[in-house]
Structure formats: C-alpha cells, structure tokens
C-alpha cells in the first residue's frame, strides 16, 4: 500500500429504523475509524487509509467485518463500496445488493468505471442525460473520451469541467469526520402513565447514563443538565442545572439528574415521558477535572470505561446498571437519542 493511496468505504444502511439507530451505527464505526462521516438520511462514509494497519486486515476484509459488526448488534443490513476516492465508494455502493461489498482497486477504476451509464454519476440530472445523449454520450467512457472544449460548449465552462473530472473518476473530497453536536437529548416514552415514584428513579437514572455514554463516545462534556417531564395531561414542567464542571461521567450526570427530579416533587405525578438534554457542549481534552483523593472515583471511572468498551464490541445492551435491571428501556419505553 502506497502512502497517498487512499482507502474511502460508503456504507448504505437499508431499513433505519430511527435516528437513534442511525447514531448507534455511527458511533459503531467509529470504533474502527475516527473517519467517520454521516451522509444522511441512510449512509456512512469512512476513511480507512489509517486504520488498515491498526487492524492489519486489507480494506475489503475490514469493510465486510464493519457489516458484520452493524448486522449482529443492530440488525442493520447494508450495502459497502469500497474505492480510493468518495464519489467511486458511492458508486459502488449503489452497485451491491443488501450484505455485500464492491471494491474498485485504484488500478481497475477506469476500467470498472467507463462502461457504466453516465447517470450513475452523481450529480447527473434527467436535463443533462438528456443533452449527452441526444450527442451519443450514453456512458462514463464516451464522456471521458470527449475533448474538454466539446464538453464545454454542451454544458459549460464548469460543469462540464466537473463532468469531465467524474468521468475519469477523480474526487479529491476528503472524509470529513462529524462536527460535535450542540446538544444532546435522551428521553424515554412510557407505554401507559406512571405513578411509581421508584420507576420515575429509575427512568432518569437511564437516560443519564445513555446521555453519559454518548458524551464519552463523541469525546465530549456537558455543563448544564435540563430534565423536562411530560404528564398524561400532555402538560409538562421543565429544570435546568449548571454542573458543578463539565463531565461525562455517568455517575456525576445521574447526581444532577436526579437533583433536578427531586426538586419536582413529583411524588405521584402521572407521568408519561421524561426528557434528558446536555446543553454547553466542550471537547472532553480541553475540560478540565478537579483532583480528588478518593480512589473510589478513579475505580468508578476505569469501571466505566470498561463498560463503554464492552457495549462498543458486544452492543449497547451488553452493560447496565444493576438497578435498571427491573425496568430495561426496551421494557417500558421506548428510548431515543437525538
């Protein structure tokens, strides 16, 4: 492998549920590359020039181990292209059946490329198909073959020069990883209303750790906690909570969580949904933490970061807490992160 060939995969994800599983599968992807773009609505591009060494398997192999990984944890079927440049990774994507993967090494791209109709690039309208074809320009090959001054006087200066540029299958477009979220919401819809002030507990304690769990994957903290409860009146109360510092822990985010519920005074509210949001966003590296003597915070922590590696390679069912045991999301609610 040579050190400027580039290894880029386009997942299309088939049947998404909802934009938490979409989340799941990108934070999934992430534990293979930090290269990890969102193409919304139903796909994902990685750059896994970097990471081919790390796992010492070839692309493809690493590629099929991604769609292993997204179909046992999360039931997800998709389709992977595999290329040296973006735009080559979604046409092959487009070209595989559900579970499969198309790999266009670098040297057989024109030759995989050309024969292929000159809709299938992207960015080709039915206006502009309809104005090469009525030329006898029907495929990738017969554009590419084409003078650039032919081209231009067709379509124009530039998009024939993009034209042109796709045709002979160069897209210099980097990966460009995700931008860390403004917020982030966890919340949890009860099936029937509740009165139970100890399943109340127990929902708030849920959603704070998927709010910290989350945090920890993107490599984030958060300064203010806002608890928003919903009644079966469809009327709603809402508290907000400035962190004592910004943080990821689990354990530190269900403190204030809980605080937050406390001060309702819910006792036996009827309640039907509760919302967790994380406002005040910061890059975890740049966070500051303050020191404590206490070497049961630092076992909570390693703990939890065992725990995040755990539900990275088994799912995020793998490790709960204990207390959740009675009353999993998947029992009661229905759970979503935004």
Do not use: K
């Not at 931008?179 to 949890?188: F, G, Q, R, T, W």
């Not at 109360?237 to 605080?259: F, I, V």
């Not at 003597?293 to 539900?311: F, I, S, V």
């Amino acid at each position: 492998m040579t050190t400027n060939r580039r290894h880029i995969a386009h997942l299309h994800l088939h049947a998404v549920p909802d934009e938490g599983r979409y989340a799941d599968a990108i934070d999934l992807l992430t534990g293979i590359t930090p290269h990890v773009q969102a193409v919304s609505p139903d796909a994902v591009q990685l750059d896994l020039t970097s990471a081919l060494r790390y796992f010492d398997l070839s692309p493809y192999a690493l590629v099929q181990r991604a769609q292993m990984q997204l179909m046992a944890l999360y039931g997800i079927a998709c389709s992977a292209g595999l290329a040296n440049n973006r735009m080559l990774a979604t046409m092959a994507a487009d070209a595989s059946a559900p579970g499969h993967a198309t790999w266009v090494p670098a040297e057989q791209a024109a030759a995989w490329l050309y024969p292929r109709p000159v809709t299938t690039l992207p960015g080709i309208g039915r206006a502009t198909a309809e104005t090469l074809g009525r030329y006898g320009l029907h495929t990738v090959g017969q554009i590419a073959d084409v003078p650039a001054a032919t081209l231009q006087r067709l379509l124009g200066a530039g998009p024939a020069r993009l034209l042109a540029e796709r045709a002979q299958g160069h897209d210099p477009r980097p990966v460009t990883p995700l931008e860390p979220a403004a917020h982030l919401v966890a919340d949890l819809v009860l099936d029937r209303d509740c009165l139970d002030p100890a399943r109340h507990h127990r929902a708030v304690l849920g959603l704070a750790d998927q709010i910290g769990q989350r945090l920890r994957g993107q490599g984030q903290v958060a300064g203010r906690l806002t608890l928003t409860v919903r009644y079966a009146d469809r009327s709603s109360t809402t508290r907000t909570r400035t962190l004592p510092e910004s943080t990821s822990h689990s354990s530190a985010l269900a403190t204030s969580a809980l605080g937050l519920l406390t001060s309702l005074g819910l006792q036996r509210a009827r309640v039907r949904a509760f919302m967790i949001r994380a406002d005040d966003l910061l890059p975890a590296v740049g966070a500051y933490r303050q020191l404590t003597l206490d070497p049961g915070e630092d076992r909570a922590r390693a703990a939890e970061a065992a725990a995040d590696r755990a539900r990275r390679r088994f799912g995020p069912g793998a490790v709960y807490p204990a207390v959740l045991a009675r009353d999993l999301p998947h029992r009661g609610g229905a759970l979503t992160m935004r």
